[in-house]
């Protein structure tokens, strides 16, 4: 009965697969070309993608995207705030406020990683990741330094470009660099100085105020 069935339709006898278990066989039935084309496409098409987003950090993913939208919220936020003081506590206080720090790690990626590196590793200019400062010694120094610039150095004023708490905020984004890890980090240069939050040996007598004077 078996083989009076499957000789009904010579192509049906030649689909059906060589195996008989206790009277059942099966036909062989491929998907079809353009289901199999779709399936080996999508695959090709995933490692140049996963390779895009994920391992070259050329394209932007979702959470990069929302990152730079919040970053982009305090950004706007700080040009209003008009009590950001250029003083360590406030430098230093922002520099742990993760949320903040997103809006000037925008503002570094955007005006300073074409010399400082997007990481802040350095390239033309510094190394802002190490222990070592050429012109600082307090965290004052760098909102100084980037306020004015050091246009004999080749480091531009930004106080043109932003606010003061704008420049608060980006200070402390670069206080926050010190000791993270950058991918191809520049020699270091300048002297070693102390951790931001004590006062420094290096220290100039010029920058201390005292009391009474
Ligand atoms: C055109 C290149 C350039 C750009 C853009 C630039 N810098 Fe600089 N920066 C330099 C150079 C060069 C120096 C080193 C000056 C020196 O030798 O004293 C420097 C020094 C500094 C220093 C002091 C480092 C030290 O060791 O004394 C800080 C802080 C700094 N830059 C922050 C920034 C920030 C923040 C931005 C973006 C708002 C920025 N820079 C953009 C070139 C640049």
């Known amino acids: 009965m078996n083989t009076q069935q499957t000789n009904q339709n010579v192509s049906e006898e030649a689909a059906l697969l060589d195996h008989d278990c206790d009277g059942i066989r099966e036909y062989d039935n491929p998907m079809p070309a353009w289901w199999t084309g779709i399936f080996w496409l999508s695959i090709l098409f995933a490692l140049p993608y996963f390779a895009f987003y994920h391992l070259g950090g050329v394209g932007t993913t979702l959470a990069d995207n929302y990152e730079t939208e919040v970053g982009a919220f305090y950004e706007m936020q700080a040009a209003k705030l008009g009590n950001l003081k250029p003083d360590a506590p406030t ?123």
């Open 91 to 213: 430098i230093l206080t922002l520099a742990t406020d993760g949320q903040k720090m997103l809006a000037g790690r925008n503002m570094f990626r955007a005006n300073c990683a074409t010399c400082h590196g997007p990481d802040g590793g350095g390239l033309t200019g510094p190394n802002l990741t190490d222990d070592h400062y050429i012109n600082i010694r307090q965290p004052e120094d760098i909102f100084r330094v980037v306020h004015d610039g050091l246009p004999s150095k080749g480091m531009p004023e930004w106080a043109s470009r932003f606010s003061e708490p704008q420049l608060v905020l980006l200070a402390a984004y670069v206080a926050s660099l010190r000791g993270t890890h950058a991918s191809a980090p520049r020699d270091p240069q300048g002297d070693r100085i102390g951790p931001w939050s004590t006062p420094s040996a290096a220290t100039p007598p010029t920058v201390t105020t005292a009391v009474g004077e």
